[in-house]
């Protein structure tokens, strides 16, 4: 096998070698590349603390919890008819087609999908909402069989049905399913809590305006100037007079929302397998896209020194 890809090597013109060795060389930079990637995810993953949703910060985080449909119309998967929260397909379909002189049967796709429904992630401190547009799904259910239509009709008795020109395959994420989350996480105030954010506001710049009385007020250690400590006190008692104006005990409540960050370095994660499984994952592949690329990179220098030879 070795002699005869050498005399390959030996006979190929200059433009053959050196127009495979690039494109090799273009497809080990990728190996390497994606190798990378995933220990670095990995690392992100392990080094991210997991945050309560009642208590998490604005920004970054990671989640653990379980998924939850939202009030509505329940979710179902187009294929199957499951209910679930999230779903992807695809159809393929068995052709013949000519290659090198001769028939061959390949899966050919026809048509795939994706869910774009909201569903929400429960932890036992909150719920928040999350927008799947743009995640990483990792999904623990995975059904797949074929049929003689290219939509099925009945839901895959047991899965069992592995004959006929059509192949389908579906992804899904139940109500129910534990779900890990590492994304963008924001607080949206609803109608009745941005009110009272505008008259808080209001309030602040009206106090501002008569800086002596706002001295006179909150100085508490009377040094001519109103301290970060004092000027939480101040936003405190601005909120509670906004409060006294609007007439109620209590701001309305608020929506919790994950979805993809806005930097693109950042990335956006929903697995239904548990966090350290989800860590051995992406350093299986990381492993396996590094030893790709070493074992390229060494067949790279044997068929350059087999050429200069």
């Not at 397909?89 to 909201?118: K, M, N």
């Not at 009206?206 to 400590?229: S, V, Y």
């Amino acid at each position: 096998m070795f002699d005869s890809l050498a005399q390959s090597i030996d006979q190929a013109s200059a433009v053959q070698f050196w127009g495979v060795l690039i494109a090799v060389a273009l497809l080990l930079l990728w190996f390497f590349y994606r190798g990378f990637k995933h220990l670095r995810l990995s690392r992100l993953i392990e080094d991210t603390p997991t945050s309560l949703i009642r208590s998490a910060h604005q920004g970054f985080v990671e989640f653990e919890g379980r998924v939850n449909a939202l009030p509505g119309e329940p979710v179902h998967a187009p294929l199957s008819g499951r209910v679930c929260v999230w779903y992807d397909y695809s159809i393929d379909h068995l052709e013949s087609r000519w290659r090198g002189g001769r028939r061959q049967s390949v899966w050919v796709s026809l048509e795939q999908g994706r869910s774009d429904a909201i569903f929400a992630l429960e932890d036992g401190t909150g719920r928040c909402v999350i927008d799947p547009d743009g995640a990483d799904m990792q999904p623990t259910h995975v059904i797949s069989w074929q049929g003689y239509e290219k939509y099925p009709y009945n839901t895959p008795p047991g899965h069992s049905d592995f004959t006929g020109p059509y192949r389908y395959r579906e992804r899904l994420i139940e109500p129910g399913d534990p779900i890990y989350a590492l994304g963008w996480f924001e607080t949206q105030a609803d109608p009745a809590q941005k009110g009272l954010m505008e008259r808080t506001r209001e309030l602040l710049r009206r106090w501002k305006q008569a800086p002596e009385k706002l001295l006179h007020r909150f100085d508490l250690n009377r040094d001519g100037r109103i301290d970060q400590r004092e000027w939480e006190i101040v936003r405190r008692q601005a909120e509670k007079e906004a409060l006294r104006e609007q007439g109620k005990e209590k701001p309305g409540e608020v929506l919790h929302l994950l979805r993809k960050p806005a930097d693109g370095n950042l990335p956006f994660i929903l697995s239904a397998n548990d966090q350290a499984g989800l860590i051995s994952d992406f350093r299986r592949r990381a492993l396996g896209y590094l030893c790709l690329f070493v074992l390229g990179f060494a067949a790279i220098a044997w068929a350059f020194q087999e050429r200069i030879n």
